[in-house]
């Protein structure tokens, strides 16, 4: 059952066993294992019920309905957008679709260094092995490698360098390359055609534009779960509403579930602390030759030679570069000139290719609330962050022209032009200050981070949170570091293993 709260009065408040809050990867998924273990479970979720024909291709309407704060979301200086679904099945819903799980190297960072003994490969194995059949994970298929991808292999080739062809999440893909702005083919294999509908099946009910507001009594056997209706455009707050719950998963994302847990009182002192917002930079590479990198799947070959999987510090360290495209609105936005120069260069978006750096980082951010309960993210870019996404820029403008790109293009105000013969020297001057640098974060986490102990974390090694009674996280609030280049599969594979042990 699936009830939009803009359109349908509210039912009498519910008193079940378990209420989860976010219906992405970890939520949707919680919500299914114990749905399936006979539990009465209750979903809410603040975003709207999209699929097929409702997912328009139009940059405007879907990021204001499929993106937190209507695309809008950044860190106080606002330095880093901070990008996050909001739609029934979360982010998976505009996610590009790269399965990617944690690596071993991680995992045994995470031993090591923080402490979760239990996490060995060859006990997540099994649940790695369910994500993945939840995922549909398959290769991508050379036929479906567009020119802009090829490109990219090409370059790296020419040099020698490591790459792969990721794998994804899509079933019938159709090509048509708007994946960041929701999949109107419904070919991605997301919570809302998997998980949501088994916990459905299960008996879950499960709440559109229902935001939880607070978690009160979070020490008592039965937690309130205050909850706001919204309006039909997610906008305005309308009516007011509540869940009891035995136990409470949150699984909002890495802003908002500690957002919601400082509202709430709940918690430690770790609780919003220790933020990684893995900043990545877009470049873009210009051809002589029509590209069309608009079509097909955007984000399909990754280079890998610059990454580090098990840095005995960090563990995943250094970067990558992945293909990229941008939608008109997002590439014209990138662009090395505005005005007359802007519309000139954009009646080029034929003949462009974008790439992705990928660089994470280590924690050096925090989610606090501002006087009204938003969330305020503040964040500092480490100085070996910055020198990373140096050696990436020069990495991806040396492939690009092994590739034949008559120019790159970093995006920083003002722009660097680099062409081929160039010796480079102009990316040593990046300084990545505030707003002059279009910095994103799709893979947010660590600010509920899981240890052995109160003293150096904020939720048990089986997700608990410290200092309540039956609160859990499900996200990826819970890693102590960065999981892997990409969060869907680490928080699917978690929270299967998190939920094979709250099923019990
Ligand atoms: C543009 C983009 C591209 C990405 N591409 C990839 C990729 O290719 N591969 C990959 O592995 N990962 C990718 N990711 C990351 C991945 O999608 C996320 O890590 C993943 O969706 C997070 O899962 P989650 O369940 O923890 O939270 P989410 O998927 O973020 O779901 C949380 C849900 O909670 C809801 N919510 C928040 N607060 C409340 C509240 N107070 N009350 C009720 N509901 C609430 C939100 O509306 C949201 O729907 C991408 C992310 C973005 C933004
Ligand atoms: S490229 Fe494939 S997955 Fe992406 S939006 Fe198009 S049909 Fe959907």
Redesign the pocket.
Known sequence: MIVDLSRTPPPAPPTCDVCV????????TAARLLAEAGRDVVV????PDRTGAELTQRDGEMYDQL??ERGGRATDDLAVAV??????????????????PIPDGVLAHWRAKHGLAELTPEALAPHLEAALADLSANPIGEHQLNLANRLLRQGASALGLRGEVMR?NRVGCAGLGTC?IGCPANAKRN?RFVAIPAAIAAGARFFVR????RIEDGGREIKRVR?RTLDDRGYHERGEWEVRARTVIV????V??P??LLRSGLGNGHVGRHLMLQPQLPVTAMFDERIDAFRGIP?AYAITAGEVEDDPQHGLWGFRIEAIMGTPGISASLLPGGGAEGKRLMGRYAYMASALLLVPDAPSGEVELWGDGRPRIRYTQRPDHKARLRDAVRMAARVYFAAGAREVWVPVSPPIVLRPGDDLSAVDGLDFAPARVPLIS???QGTVRMAPSAKAGAADPDGRLFGARDVFI???SLFPSSA?S??????LTM?RWLGARLAV
């Open positions: 809050i976010g219906s992405g990867p970890g939520g949707a809410l979720e603040e975003g993106y937190m990008l996050q679904g909001r739609a029934l099945g979360g982010g998976a819903v505009i996610n590009a679709c790269d399965v990617v994804h960041l919570p229902a935001r939880a507001v909850v699984a909002a994302n890495a908002a579930t957002q919601l984000q799709a893979h947010q499900f996200d990826s892997s990409h969060t869907m599969t680490p928080i929270a």
